[in-house]
C-alpha cells in the first residue's frame, strides 16, 4: 500500500471542485466564470496530485502533444470569452490525451455492481466494446 500526502489529498479537492465548476458552468449554459475557474482548479488539482514535473512530462509528450495543444486550446480560448468552441476543443484534446486509459476505466466499471449492469446492456455494450478496442489499437498504434 503507498501513503497519500496532505498535498495529494488537497490535489485530489481541487480536482474535484474543478470538474464540479465545469459541470456546473456546462449545466447554466456555457457560464465562461464558472468554465474558467473549473479549468484552473482541475489543473491544480492534477499538478498537486501527480507532481509538477511529472505533470508537465505528461502533457508534453512528443505523442500527446496534439491532444496538449486541443486541450490547452480550449481552455485559452474559454478564458477568452469563446466558451462553447473552448470546451469542443478542450474535450477533444482530453479525449485525446486520456484516450489510453478509456480501456482500463471501462474494464473498471464493468465490475462495479450497478454500473456493470447497465454497461452490458445490449446498445451500450456494443459501445463500450467498439470504443474499448478502438483506443486499445490506436494507443498500441502510437506507442
Known amino acids: ?9 488537497i490535489g485530489v479537492g481541487l480536482a474535484g471542485f474543478g470538474i464540479f465548476f465545469l459541470f456546473l458552468g456546462v449545466l447554466l ?8 475557474l473549473g479549468n484552473i482548479l482541475f489543473l491544480a488539482g492534477l499538478a498537486c496530485v501527480t507532481g509538477r514535473e511529472r505533470t508537465f512530462r505528461f502533457f508534453f509528450q512528443r505523442h500527446k502533444i496534439r491532444g496538449s495543444l486541443a486541450f490547452f486550446g480550449g481552455i485559452t480560448l474559454v478564458l477568452l470569452k469563446w466558451p462553447k468552441v473552448g470546451m469542443i476543443a478542450e474535450s477533444y484534446g482530453f479525449f485525446l490525451l486520456f484516450s489510453g486509459f478509456f480501456p ?11 454500473l456493470g449492469t447497465i ?8 459501445l463500450t466494446d467498439w470504443l474499448e478496442t478502438r483506443t486499445e489499437r490506436e494507443y498500441k498504434i502510437e506507442n
Open 119 to 126: 454497461l452490458n446492456f445490449p446498445g451500450i455494450s456494443s
Open 29 to 36: 449554459i456555457f457560464d465562461t466564470s464558472l468554465l474558467a
Open 104 to 114: 482500463v476505466a471501462i474494464n473498471f466499471l464493468r465490475r462495479v455492481p450497478v
Open 1 to 9: 500500500m503507498f501513503e497519500v500526502t496532505d498535498t495529494q489529498k
